[in-house]
Nanobody, 118 residues
Framework: QVHLVESGGGLVQTGGSLRLSCAAS????????MGWIRQAPGKEREFVAS????????YYVDSVKGRFTISRDNAKNTVSLQMNSLKPEDTAIYYC???????????WGQGTQVTVSS
């Protein structure tokens, strides 16, 4: 069982920045692909970004490319999402997700609210 705790959400104006963090309680953290998924009000969950276990590969949804950066620190069992040039359409609950690279079991955090005002 992997326990994930997100932090760093909040209210920011258009064009501002936020940094989300996710702490994992797993000694084999590096064997999990980590990602961020978001859900806006009235919409389905949307993939935002992911990073491989060793940090070598990153993936982003087109709408955040060039604005968001995902990173991880396997020594600290954390993954972060740096969000710059935020837009109102980025408003959503952001969830941290862990997916086992071999087992494919997956775990979710409780989510953190990001609100971008226009």
């Amino acid at each position: 069982q992997v326990h994930l705790v997100e932090s760093g959400g909040g209210l920011v104006q258009t064009g501002g920045s936020l940094r989300l963090s996710c702490a994992a309680s797993e000694r084999t953290f590096s064997t999990y692909d980590m990602g961020w998924i978001r859900q806006a009000p009235g919409k389905e969950r949307e993939f935002v970004a992911s990073i491989s276990g060793n940090g070598a590969s990153e993936y982003y949804v087109d709408s955040v490319k060039g604005r968001f950066t995902i990173s991880r620190d396997n020594a600290k069992n954390t993954v972060s999402l740096q969000m710059n040039s935020l837009k109102p359409e980025d408003t959503a609950i952001y969830y941290c997700r862990a997916v086992g690279e071999v087992t494919e079991d997956n775990y979710w955090g409780q989510g953190t609210q990001v609100t971008v005002s226009s």
